[in-house]
């Protein structure tokens, strides 16, 4: 839970960057476009029934964290996106706790044998 | 979900797993993804979200000439009169409303065991929740890639919508899995889906 939360957090700051440091061109192109992606995902993943979206998180980091260098950022915006994507990333290696039980989750819905009442 | 948490808790102790969700609770499930301190909440989202829309419509619509924006100055009024808003022949806030009043109403049908005897109903009600989300996403970008600006509202409804998505998913995913052991018994998944057999 607090893994999705900081995640959506980092989601807001990629979102606003551009406004708070006065980024313009690509730099505010990409961030205002990952930004709410990351958001998106993050939020959806904060029920336990779809925290596996989670894993989705990590294309977006994974982009954050390298594109600015191929585009040429500047250094410091360039580290600062970076380091919104790694831990945008990393954060979605996090499960978190699941309280409920859902019949055996999604993966039930392609089991040919009953599911167990795990997950 | 602080009702269906405290609810839980107070059980917990003293009922035993499968007792304490209810003779409605799917088969191994430790909730009832239908009961309504479940299914209240994301229709009383749906209803703010409607309000949203719909206020930003009148605006749209010229009814009324000007829009609530607290944070972004003249955003509000670049997003909600740029060519993308107006790309269909309805007002796109208008159809926000309209999609809202769907999800408040599809989550309305039904009782607490619904994820069981009408599936099609949660199916339509998860369908009508997930693309809403996407849709949301697309245009939160599209205001300020597009048009370099923000709207508070247009936000809030994003948010809103975003919030609805998990917890409207327990459900179908409750309903895909009985009609999943309908199809592992033999019996017939369309005549289930329209809670026939």
Not at chain 1, 76 to 105: H, T
Not at chain 2, 7 to 27: D, K, L, N, W, Y
Not at chain 2, 44 to 64: D, H, M, N, P, S
Not at chain 2, 87 to 105: C, M
Request: charge should be positive; aromatic fraction near 10%; hydrophobic fraction near 55%.
């Amino acid at each position: 839970m607090r893994a999705r939360y900081a995640s959506v957090a980092v989601g807001l700051w990629v979102m606003a960057a551009p406004g708070v440091l006065g980024l313009g061109g690509d730099e505010r192109m990409l961030a205002h476009i990952l930004g709410p992606i990351v958001v998106a995902l993050s939020v959806i993943a904060l029920s336990g029934v779809t925290r596996f979206v989670r894993w989705a998180i990590v294309v977006p980091g994974v982009v954050l964290a390298i594109l600015p260098w191929l585009l040429g950022f500047d250094t410091a915006v360039a580290l600062m996106f970076a380091a919104c994507g790694v831990a945008v990333a990393l954060l979605a290696f996090v499960r978190g706790p699941v309280d409920e039980r859902y019949g055996g989750g999604w993966t039930a819905l392609f089991r040919d044998d009953e599911p167990g009442s795990s997950t | 979900m602080t009702a269906r948490d405290g609810t839980r808790q107070t059980f917990a102790t003293t009922v035993e797993t499968t007792s304490r969700a209810g003779s409605a609770a799917p088969p191994g499930w430790s909730y009832n993804p239908s009961s309504w301190s479940d299914r209240l909440p994301i229709v009383l989202a749906a209803l703010v979200g409607f309000g949203i829309a719909t206020y930003l419509t009148l605006f749209q619509l010229k009814v009324i000439g000007s829009v609530w924006e607290p944070f972004f100055g003249d955003g509000s009024r670049t997003i909600l009169t740029s060519g993308v808003s107006r790309a269909l022949p309805a007002p796109d806030a208008a159809l926000g409303a309209a999609s809202y009043l769907l999800d408040a109403v599809a989550g309305l049908i039904g009782g607490r065991r619904r994820w069981k005897t009408m599936p099609w109903i949660v199916v339509l009600f998860g369908l009508a929740v997930g693309p809403l989300g996407a849709v949301s996403v697309m245009l939160v970008v599209f205001q300020p890639v597009l048009y370099g600006a923000w709207c508070t509202l247009c936000l809030a409804s994003a948010a809103i919508s975003l919030l609805m998505i998990g917890p409207a998913m327990d459900e179908m995913l409750a309903s895909l899995q009985e009609l999943r052991r309908v199809r592992r018994r033999g019996g017939s998944v369309w005549r289930a889906f329209w809670g026939l057999s």
